[in-house]
Antibody, heavy 118, light 112 residues
Framework: EVQLVESGGGLVQPGGSLRLSCAAS????????MNWVRQAPGKGLEWVST????????YYADSVKGRFTGSRDNSKNTLYLQMSSLRAEDTAVYYC???????????WGKGTTVTVSS | DIVMTQSPDSLAVSLGERATINCKSS????????????LAWYQQKPGQPPKLLIY???TRESGVPDRFSGSGSGTDFTLTISRLQAEDVAVYYC????????FGQGTRLEIK
């Protein structure tokens, strides 16, 4: 069974930084692109980033471009999201999700909560 | 970016009845090279992550009950729940992956 477990969320001040992790198990991790998707309190889903299986291709939403950096360590089966220059509007539950054949997301973690507040 | 617009924003349906949710994209999500629509549907229950129901507009994910079905092509899509059960109460999202991934705003489904 494929499992994804996010960690690293917490309370951070505006302008601060945080690194999220997503540990994967039950799959050949390097074979799959991975996504970060976030959900602000009471709001809908917002795609944040996609990283190819090799890590060589990375894509970002305009709302986070230049501030967030996605990476992965395939030897550790772990996906990362380095977030900097955080803003109040970055407050959300952050999910990692495995990408399926049509770029849909077929497995999701339970999420980790990021709160940006002074 | 492609804008995904769902309708209605919320609906209430009686148990055992049919629920229909619509999703319209601002441009076609049909990929001509493989004739597939890059459109997926997700279900999200309170306090839980989203769950994939349908991909390629009409392919049901493994383990999803057959009362869930997807249809449509190009820019207009529909998620149908044929016989509503209590456990189907959730928010439903469509998502396109033809270009930069975008989601619809969500449709809240309740029991009447």
């Amino acid at each position: 069974e494929v499992q994804l477990v996010e960690s690293g969320g917490g309370l951070v001040q505006p302008g601060g930084s945080l690194r999220l992790s997503c540990a994967a198990s039950g799959l050949t991790f390097s074979n799959y692109a991975m996504n970060w998707v976030r959900q602000a309190p009471g709001k809908g889903l917002e795609w944040v980033s996609t990283i190819s299986g090799s890590g060589g291709s990375r894509y970002y939403a305009d709302s986070v471009k230049g501030r967030f950096t996605g990476s992965r360590d395939n030897s550790k089966n772990t996906l990362y999201l380095q977030m900097s220059s955080l803003r109040a509007e970055d407050t959300a539950v952050y999910y990692c999700a495995k990408e399926g054949s049509s770029r849909h997301m077929d497995v999701w973690g339970k999420g980790t909560t990021v709160t940006v507040s002074s | 970016d492609i804008v995904m617009t769902q309708s209605p924003d919320s609906l209430a349906v009686s148990l055992g009845e049919r629920a229909t949710i619509n999703c319209k994209s601002s441009q076609s999500v049909l990929y001509s090279s493989n004739n597939e629509n890059y459109l997926a549907w997700y279900q999200q229950k309170p306090g839980q992550p989203p769950k994939l129901l349908i991909y390629w507009a009409s392919t049901r994910e493994s383990g999803v009950p057959d009362r869930f079905s997807g249809s449509g092509s190009g820019t207009d899509f529909t998620l149908t729940i044929s016989r509503l059960q209590a456990e189907d109460v959730a928010v439903y999202y469509c998502q396109q992956s033809y270009s930069t991934i975008t989601f619809g705003q969500g449709t809240r489904l309740e029991i009447k």
